[in-house]
């Protein structure tokens, strides 16, 4: 299976972008909706804030020059940074609604492809705000 990107949904997608699987070490958490703190006489409270959140992080440790430009350029362009949900498609063939949960992507460049092509390698993590 492929890691599929979709704006601005699966089903009549718009904008679809294509990635490689990411690395094994993604990960998958929660966050609960809540803020603690002590009273004047030190007791421990815990006050619920809201809804849980739950959030996924996927490493592609070698992407292309082409698929960085797709992704930057879908991060840039259809997501609007952390502003637009869309769907996406794990490496497992799950479909999720999400929105990035960061306001850049950050790049490193791992080397080129063997010569003469010369082109960039690519790594990065991008995490997304599970939305559904």
């Given at each position: 299976m492929a890691f599929i990107?979709?704006?601005?949904q699966k089903?009549?997608?718009?904008?679809?972008v294509?990635?490689?699987?990411?690395?094994?070490?993604n990960v998958?958490?929660?966050?609960?909706?809540q803020a603690k703190g002590r009273t004047r006489g030190g007791q421990r409270r815990v006050y619920d804030k809201g809804t849980?959140?739950?959030?996924?992080?996927?490493s592609f440790p070698v992407l292309t020059d082409a698929e960085?430009?797709?992704?930057?350029?879908?991060?840039?362009?259809?997501a609007d940074g952390?502003?637009?949900?869309?769907?996406?498609?794990?490496?497992l063939g799950v479909t999720r609604t999400a929105v990035f949960d960061q306001d850049s992507l950050?790049?490193?460049?791992?080397?080129?492809?063997?010569?003469?092509?010369?082109?960039?390698?690519?790594?990065?993590?991008i995490r997304l705000e599970i939305v559904e």
């Open positions: 990107l979709y704006h601005p089903s009549g997608a718009t904008t679809t294509t990635l490689p699987n990411p690395e094994r070490d998958l958490s929660s966050k609960k909706g849980d959140q739950a959030f996924a992080q996927y960085k430009t797709a992704l930057q350029d879908f991060f840039d362009d259809q952390m502003a637009e949900e869309f769907q996406y498609d794990d490496h950050e790049w490193t460049n791992i080397g080129e492809l063997t010569p003469p092509s010369a082109d960039p390698l690519w790594s990065v993590s």
